[in-house]
């Protein structure tokens, strides 16, 4: 058990949809990343936050968005889902914002149809 | 040309075998990740280095800044190793983390 949590473990939706995913980093990390990862693509870097703040973008879409918030928990919105959005979604947490060993959640998966 | 590239893409070995996985760049970076996934889905950080060479346990992992290059070594493997491994950089210019595609390991007794 790494200590990062993430909710929901799995989210099937429709297209056109708008979902929630949740993750609580490990306690004492003020980082938390965004990682997608699809059967064709891969993992992807989405987005970081470190203590509130963007500190690094990835590949993340205009559709998709991202907080952190004081209590240090992290959020990504997805929306106007489409079928090529289902993917594994991980959350990531470490202690400082760039090189430190990241903890990983045990991802959500979702399933757009 | 993806800017992280692994080799080999699958790997099979018997129990015992000493085994190395490589991971070339061709960005400038602040730290290199190795990731272990589970056949379960769950990700484990195995090391983050920067420079020179790390071990824990029966894993080794090297860097050759000068190079790009990067390797993890598995010594005395197990059928427990059997996994995907993924090397990830952190760029030093965006910070953006690219990611290998991962090598398939399978480890039979």
């Known amino acids: 058990d790494s200590g990062v949590t993430q909710t929901p473990k799995h989210l099937i939706t429709a297209t056109g949809q708008r979902v929630t995913l949740r993750c609580s980093p490990r306690?004492?990390?003020?980082?938390v990343y965004w990682y997608q990862q699809s059967l064709d693509q891969g993992l992807q870097f989405l987005i970081q936050?470190?203590?509130?703040?963007?500190?690094a973008k990835g590949n993340i879409l205009e559709r998709f968005s991202a907080q952190q918030f004081p209590d240090l928990h992290s959020e990504l919105n997805l929306s106007s889902l489409e079928l090529g959005d289902s993917a594994l979604y991980f959350c990531?947490?470490?202690?400082?914002?760039?090189?430190?060993?990241?903890?990983f959640g045990p991802g959500t998966r979702l399933t757009v149809l | 040309k993806n800017e992280v590239e692994q080799s080999p893409q699958n790997l099979t070995a018997q129990e015992g075998e000493f085994i190395t996985i490589n991971c070339s760049y061709s960005?400038?970076?602040?730290?290199l990740h190795w990731l272990q996934q589970h056949p379960g889905g769950g990700i484990v950080s195995l090391f983050m280095?920067?420079?020179g060479k790390k071990k824990h346990g029966r894993l080794i992992a090297t860097i050759n800044i000068q190079e790009k290059h990067s390797s993890l070594h598995i010594t005395a493997s197990h059928p427990r190793d059997s996994a995907v491994y993924i090397c990830?950089?952190?760029?030093?210019?965006?910070?953006?983390?690219?990611f290998g595609t991962g090598t398939r390991l399978q480890v039979f007794p």
């Open positions: 280095l920067s420079s």
């Open positions: 306690s004492g990390d003020l980082s």
């Open positions: 990830a950089v952190r760029s030093h210019n965006t910070d953006k983390l690219i």
């Open positions: 990531a947490s470490s202690v400082g914002w760039r090189n430190n060993e990241q903890f």
């Open positions: 960005v400038g970076i602040s730290a």
């Open positions: 936050y470190y203590n509130g703040e963007e500190r």
